[in-house]
């Protein structure tokens, strides 16, 4: 699997500022919000997305905005207090079937991992950073550095193998040895056991070292493929006839479970593909937004 055609941390120097919304222009086109409408944000974020949206959808439309993330959803809630179009819930997303009861909306974007703030925020997303070995987008959560306590060398090894991690055997066994040693607490350590067990010259390719096991980590921590398997399963109940869905991923994870389902909803006659191929940023948005180039959008159309 080459992630390196398709992953968050790709582009080691990165410069992270406040969140800008990814293929913007994009998406908008692709949910083709109406006046009146009702959309619902999975990935609410700091509202890059949200904001266009909502502008599209006049002021007779419904806007539900979710985030896992506590803190992003008080943002929301506080940004968005008087507009009464707009509800804020801090959940997961996967649950967004039981959170409409039965109520269907016209179109659902899902933005999919985490924003730029969030890089920043002390949840342990970053290699590069030194900080409590989280991982999590919700404090309700089990973080990752308890997690690691009984997680035996086969079940690591598995998580970072998922990843294409060449080297997820050693990787495994120095992670395992290392928590019997000593609990490993933070991103920084995790990081040095990783290099320890890797040749020297790896630490120094095109991929940061951590890139891979990180987004192991975190695909494991989150379940982040079981939820989005969920919420992209669940399409048929919660969006109208000839409702829009567009999904923004960011690795080549998250991409072919995405491809996969709307391909067998098309195929099964729930859903029409609105591209053949996913749609990637140009090189001016790449330019402009560094973290944007391993973005993929794709969309359907509920029939
Ligand atoms: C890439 S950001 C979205 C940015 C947003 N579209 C914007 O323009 O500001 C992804 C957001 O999804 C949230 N998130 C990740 N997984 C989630 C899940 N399973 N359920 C709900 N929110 C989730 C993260 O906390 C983060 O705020």
Known sequence: ?????????????????AH?????????????????????????????HMRAILEKIGPNGKYLAIDWNKKNVERLAREFADDSRVTVLNMNFADIPEALRGK?????????????????????????KDEPLLMTYSDDQEPLYKILKRLSEKEIFEILKLTGERYSRPMAKAIFRAERRSPIKTTGELVEVLKKAVPRKYEYGR?????????GFRIYVNRELDNLKDI???????IVSKGRVAVITFQSLEDKTVKEIFKKQAKEGKAELLYPKPIDPSLQEIRSNPRSRSAKLRAIRVI
């Open 1 to 17: 699997m080459d992630l390196t055609k398709n992953t968050e941390e790709k582009n080691k120097s990165t410069p992270i500022a």
């Open 20 to 48: 800008t919304p990814v293929l913007l222009n994009e998406t908008i086109r692709a949910l083709d919000p109406q006046p009146g409408e009702f959309f619902v944000d999975g990935t609410a974020g700091e509202a890059g």
């Open 104 to 128: 269907k909306a016209d179109g659902l974007l899902l933005d999919l991992g985490f924003s730029s703030g969030e890089l920043e925020s002390g949840r342990g997303f970053s290699f590069q």
């Open 207 to 215: 991929l940061n070292l951590g890139t891979r096991a990180f987004l």
């Open 232 to 238: 992209l399963e669940a399409i048929p109940e919660i």
